[in-house]
Nanobody, 115 residues
Framework: QVQLVESGGGLVQPGGSLRLSCAAS????????MGWYRQAPGKQRDLVAS???????NYADSVKGRFTISRDNGENTMYLQMNSLKPEDTAVYYC?????????WGQGTQVTVSS
């Protein structure tokens, strides 16, 4: 089955930038709508950005204008460019199918925004 591996997280100052990567085990991005999710301690996992098979993108209001989702179908990789990071962006970030029938969740990648 499809495996997803997130990477690129780390510790960054407020206002800084990070680029997260989501590597898939197969060519899935032309078949499934995909999204980036994040989960902060004690909170639910929320969708923050999505990209449809046709390339249309959408963003949660909290990240709109700061985050950009993209994909490279040939490399089976999806990205999340995060700019102007805020402390409230601190969370574990995951990628997965946008639909309810998610693939198995990966380990996620920790993003910490702190001075």
């Amino acid at each position: 089955q499809v495996q997803l591996v997130e990477s690129g997280g780390g510790l960054v100052q407020p206002g800084g930038s990070l680029r997260l990567s989501c590597a898939a085990s197969g060519s899935i991005f032309s078949i499934y709508a995909m999204g980036w999710y994040r989960q902060a301690p004690g909170k639910q996992r929320d969708l923050v950005a999505s990209i449809l098979t046709g390339g249309n993108t959408n963003y949660a209001d909290s990240v709109k204008g700061r985050f950009t989702i993209s994909r490279d179908n040939g490399e089976n990789t999806m990205y999340l460019q995060m700019n102007s990071l805020k402390p409230e962006d601190t969370a574990v970030y995951y990628c997965n199918q946008l639909g309810l029938d998610h693939f198995p969740w990966g380990q996620g990648t920790q993003v910490t925004v702190s001075s």
